[in-house]
């Protein structure tokens, strides 16, 4: 398996495949009540078998071009991961995703990760537009966003429904032009 540095500090982005499901479900149940405040995976990956399930859709994904999952790791361990939920090379649009367990909250660890995986969908596949959707209170995704270079789009009012409650939805985007102009003035 390969993995990409995210810095000095030992953290590495690498692909999550099914034989990953173990270590996603570990990582999962020591995050669960965290990564489901505003998610649904928390919810869907609860065993042994929605585990590999979860990463095996995204393995089809990967296989169709229509979305990948990576995990963020530090010292070894899955702590969170990035993703395309979405991947269109034909249309060139993506939706870009995160997750993160608690113990690595506030390290920058998304924002690094996300760049590398935009980067790569501008860069080598020729996306023009990435998307990030976020509920309007989560204040931590947003301000990835933002750090991302990110244009807020709109809100979609009330749109999902999660655990009971309905959220809006905040819409961000970055074009490739301004991702590139980002990236030459970081």
Avoid at 79 to 92: E, K, N, Q, S, Y
Avoid at 158 to 185: C, H, K, M
């Amino acid at each position: 398996m390969f993995a990409v540095s995210l810095g000095e500090d030992g953290a590495e982005l690498g692909p999550l495949e099914p034989w990953h499901a173990g270590e996603f479900l570990a990582h999962m149940d020591r995050g669960r009540e965290f990564i489901g405040q505003y998610i649904g995976l928390a919810d869907v990956v609860t065993d042994p078998e929605s585990s590999r399930a979860f990463l095996q859709s995204y393995a089809d994904k990967a296989a169709a071009d229509t979305g990948r999952i990576y995990g963020i790791r530090t010292d070894g361990e899955l702590v969170g991961g990035v993703l395309f939920r979405t991947f269109d090379a034909r249309h060139g649009t993506a939706e870009a995703g995160c997750w993160l367990e608690p113990s690595a909250v506030g390290r920058g660890l998304v924002t690094r990760a996300a760049r590398v995986i935009i980067d790569w969908a501008v860069e080598e596949r020729g996306i023009h537009r990435v998307e990030w959707r976020a509920a309007a209170a989560n204040e931590p995704s947003i301000a990835v966003a933002r750090r991302l270079g990110m244009t807020r789009d709109g809100v979609l009012r009330q749109n999902y429904p999660r655990r009971g409650e309905r959220f809006d939805t905040e819409i961000w985007s970055v074009l490739a032009p301004e991702w590139r102009a980002g990236r030459a003035a970081r």
